[in-house]
């Protein structure tokens, strides 16, 4: 495991797209990576509706999965999508959107993580869920 101050800074400010797109860490641990994206305007995907664009959610699910990969790798070890799946369930409104990754297998050289996303205020209305596998280059 990291240590969740460096790794938390890590994931906010050393990636130029994590920041471009705001993320932030909700939660750092063994069993979960949750991760948010703070609502604003530029996320909205067509200017007369309302909704976040769908690259967004998919940015997301695949930042938290990779993560949820790595906090249970070494930090000299390396993490890089194989495959990503997302299925959109619902749109998602103008607010907060977070992501939750769990692991589903971690191997030697591959781990899976499941992920689930919603909008602030409605945990438990998933606006997409995705599954991410992910190449581990160990360090």
């Known amino acids: 495991m990291h240590d ?7 994931i906010e400010t050393e990636f130029p797209f994590h920041v471009l797109l705001g ?4 939660y750092l641990g ?15 995907g067509h200017a007369k509706r309302s909704m976040i664009h769908g690259g967004v959610i998919s940015s997301l699910v695949d930042i938290c999965g ?21 299925d959109y369930l619902r749109p ?26 919603w909008s602030a205020g409605s945990r438990n209305t998933h606006i997409a869920e995705g599954r ?3 190449n581990i ?3």
């Open 132 to 134: 991410g596998v992910y």
């Open 92 to 117: 998602a409104k103008p607010l907060d959107l977070y992501a939750e990754a769990r692991i589903r297998l971690l191997g030697n050289k591959v781990g899976n993580a499941h992920v689930v996303v």
């Open 66 to 86: 990779g993560f949820a990969v790595w906090t249970n790798c070494k930090p000299e070890d390396h993490i890089a999508t194989i495959t990503l799946s997302v």
């Open 4 to 10: 969740n101050s460096t790794l938390h800074s890590f």
């Open 137 to 139: 280059k160990r360090g």
């Open 23 to 26: 993320v932030r860490v909700d």
């Open 30 to 44: 063994e069993d979960a990576v949750r991760l948010y994206i703070p609502y604003r305007e530029q996320l909205i």
